[in-house]
């Protein structure tokens, strides 16, 4: 009994030297010295001078990049068949499509950014090839929202996503007065995210902006730019649709713009790209485009999307 006793009270001596030690070795550890203001200066002033960052408007860009898709919309078999029965469009391509190019010190939609022919003689069935505009997911069901002009008139629309992902899609509400159409793909890639939509009240004249989208069918394609002026109106080519409290821009937008959305520097949507001014026939931007609040763009929708 005395032997076990002894081996209990060296057991708890030897605990009680290796606490003494670990406690003293604790105390003995130099105080933390607290993280200043200046610390954390010093620490982003490196950071600043030894990395290059992304610019504001790309991160604008990336946050929306894989959101924006491009959309296809086919004309009707028997528009293609008339436009290759015609005589005059065997002789010259561009004849087969409609003259959208507006009359001296008007404006024109920023979407038939369609297949154009080239200067080469090409079948006239061809050169009607698809129209083509941009358009932003904002659900994650893929709902997607555009310009009715990008797919008035059309048999058949396709969707291009992101990762090249294609898929016919339908319509789900038309608002031609409005100028907007809602879109829902028949199939939509994994994990597709939906843009943020932001608010157009608090811009000013001067706000950055940046305009995603496909113009000419290239993309999708970044430019950056300015809000020029707030509450601008446009009366369409055909004097059909007459749009108000419109977004007005000077970051560069062309034909197949159209329905892109017109992102903030928080990578969030406030306007989708409807026409550009254009007082001569070239149809190319000119510095003044304009685009739908998307504030304007929910309540035409109502609650389909939003």
């Known amino acids: 009994m005395k032997r076990v006793a002894i081996y209990g009270w060296v057991s708890v001596a030897v605990v009680l030297v290796l606490a003494a030690g670990v406690g003293s070795a604790w105390l003995l550890q130099p105080a933390r010295r607290a993280l200043t203001q200046a610390d954390i200066d010093a620490a982003v002033l490196h950071t600043l001078e030894t990395k290059s960052l992304p610019s504001r408007t790309a991160r604008a860009a990336e946050a929306v990049r894989e959101s924006v898709v491009e959309i296809r919309s086919f004309p009707p078999v028997e528009k293609i068949a ?43 069935a061809k050169s009607e090839g698809p129209h ?36 016919e899609a339908t319509v789900l509400q038309a608002i031609p007065e409005k100028d907007l159409a809602v879109l829902q793909p028949k199939s939509i890639p994994d994990d597709l995210p939906a843009a943020t939509l932001g608010s157009s009240r608090d811009l000013v004249p001067g706000t950055e902006v940046v305009a995603v989208g496909f113009p000419f069918g290239i993309g999708p394609s970044v430019s950056a730019g300015v809000v ?79």
């Open 82 to 124: 008339e436009a290759a029965s015609a005589p005059e469009a065997r002789r010259d391509p561009s004849a087969t499509r409609p003259d959208t190019s507006p009359p001296a010190s008007s404006s024109r939609w920023a979407g038939d950014g369609g297949d154009r022919a080239g200067d080469k003689e090409q079948p006239a």
């Open 132 to 167: 083509v505009g941009s358009g932003v997911v904002v659900t994650e069901r893929g709902v997607i929202l555009t310009s009715y002009h990008v797919i008035a008139g059309a048999r058949r629309l396709e969707v291009r996503f992101h990762d090249g992902h294609k898929s």
């Open 228 to 306: 020029s002026g707030l509450d601008r109106r446009f009366v369409s080519p055909d004097h059909k649709q007459d749009l108000d409290k419109l977004i007005q821009f000077d970051a560069a937008a062309n034909p197949g713009n159209s329905g892109g959305p017109l992102v903030n520097m928080d990578g969030e949507v406030i306007g989708i790209v409807t026409a550009i001014l254009n007082p001569n026939k070239s149809g190319t931007f000119l510095g003044i485009g304009f685009a739908i609040t998307i504030e304007s763009a929910g309540v035409s929708v109502g609650s389909s999307p939003f």
